[in-house]
């Protein structure tokens, strides 16, 4: 009886917690967009917040999901997830005069809109839409209500700029424009420092250098990409596999003399 009672107290007069779950997906629905077909999903979100700020917050959120981030420019940023071949793009513009973020997903460089990938994406953009109109962010709410505070440390930057890839053996960086001589002489007292001998001078582009203890050995490039960027870029790895690899390669050579 007790419980029947509540069921109908409940539909009359719905806990806050309810009315606040109601509101919540009301605004998602109405703000959100997701084009499965073409895996696509977008928002709009309030005016007065900045494409940095939003940047910085995809970014910081993004990581706690295991994606990381490279960012190449202050509208786009590419996400990456390095257990597997996952990745989005994700845009900050202006449409119909209303700031939006949106996201294009793909497994590789395709996207199966019937992969668990794809319902993946799915969830994990529901879940992020969800978590703007919680936080207030979402166009047509509030707009004083504060925004959520954003991690300004150190190691949040080098989140925001670096891209670490183990598998083949990779680190990368965005670079200040001018940081060009400044990041080589870097690199080449953080290898002093961790026993590692320089083979080739530290103006050399690339610069490599060994440590011949523990076998391994770190070769870095400074340059720009296709859009004007500063880049540094560290290979690591094996010595001993490369010089398995140039033996091997040799024999290879003189069987076939």
């Known amino acids: 009886m007790a419980s029947w009672f509540s069921t109908i107290t409940n539909w009359i007069m719905p806990s806050e917690e309810a009315i606040k779950n109601d509101y919540i997906e009301s605004v998602v629905s109405r703000q959100t967009k997701e084009v499965k077909e073409e895996g696509l999903w977008s928002g709009f979100i309030r005016s007065d917040i900045s494409r ?23 509208q786009a940023i590419t996400f990456q997830q390095a257990i597997s071949k996952r990745r989005f793009a994700a845009l900050i513009t202006t449409e119909a005069k209303k700031r939006q ?20 994406f799915q969830i994990l953009f529901m879940e992020f839409g969800l978590h703007l ?3 207030n962010m979402l166009f047509g709410q509030s707009n004083q209500t504060p925004l959520p505070s954003l991690p300004a440390s150190v190691s949040s930057f080098a989140d925001e700029n ?3 890839d183990i598998d083949h053996g ?19 007292r ?43 870029k560290i290979i690591f790895g094996s010595t ?15 069987s076939s003399s």
């Open 101 to 120: 973020v949106r996201f294009e997903y793909y497994e590789g460089d395709t996207i199966d809109i019937e992969s668990p990938t794809a319902m993946f």
């Open 190 to 232: 953080y290898c002093t420092q961790n026993n590692f001998k320089a083979v080739d001078e530290v103006k050399s582009d690339p610069f490599r250098a060994t440590n011949s203890d523990l076998h391994l050995f770190v070769e870095s490039t400074v340059g720009l990409n296709s859009n004007e960027e500063l880049l540094i």
């Open 52 to 74: 940095e700020y939003m940047r910085r917050f995809a970014i910081n959120y993004m990581k706690e999901k295991g994606f990381q981030a490279i960012c190449t420019g202050p």
């Open 170 to 188: 990779y680190w990368l960086s965005f670079l200040r424009p001018d940081a060009a001589k400044l990041s080589r002489k870097t690199v080449a």
């Open 133 to 135: 109109a919680e936080k």
């Open 240 to 254: 001993s596999s490369t010089a398995s690899s140039s033996s091997s390669t040799s024999s290879t050579a003189s």
């Open 162 to 164: 670096s891209f670490l």
